[in-house]
């Protein structure tokens, strides 16, 4: 299974970004999917998380400004980051984990968002 990321970019604060994980060689559908980002210098932090039946969780600081979701089909999974920060800058992972034994995990190659003030 590969994971490709893209959609990052350089935006202005308070503008949006929508970021696409796809996989090849699997639809992910046992899999929860979801999105990491590391600023430099700092440790990598969890953004969104969706499971294949939607059951999503996001990290404190984006709730409410970004939304994750899948297409089970086409084995994508998306983020829609509005209302953009500069503090939102970083390279942006997507991860996909199955959860039952034996337990896989993939890594996307990151995409880099880039939020200016």
């Known amino acids: 299974v590969q994971l490709q990321a893209s959609g990052g970019g350089l935006v202005q604060a308070g503008g949006s970004l929508r970021l696409s994980c796809a996989a090849s060689?699997?639809?992910?559908?046992?899999?929860?999917t979801g999105w990491y980002r590391q600023a430099p210098g700092m440790q990598r932090e969890m953004v969104a998380t969706?499971?294949?039946?939607?059951?999503?969780n996001y990290g404190d600081s984006v709730k409410g400004r970004f939304t994750i979701s899948r297409d089970n089909r086409k084995g994508t999974t998306y983020l829609q980051m509005n209302s953009l920060k500069p503090e939102d800058s970083a390279v942006y992972y997507c991860?996909?984990?199955?959860?039952?034994?034996?337990?896989?995990?993939?890594w996307g190659q990151g995409t880099l968002v880039t939020v200016s003030s």
């Open positions: 991860k996909a984990r199955r959860p039952v034994t034996p337990v896989l995990e993939y």
């Open positions: 060689g699997s639809t992910l559908s046992s899999f929860v």
């Open positions: 969706i499971s294949s039946g939607g059951t999503t």
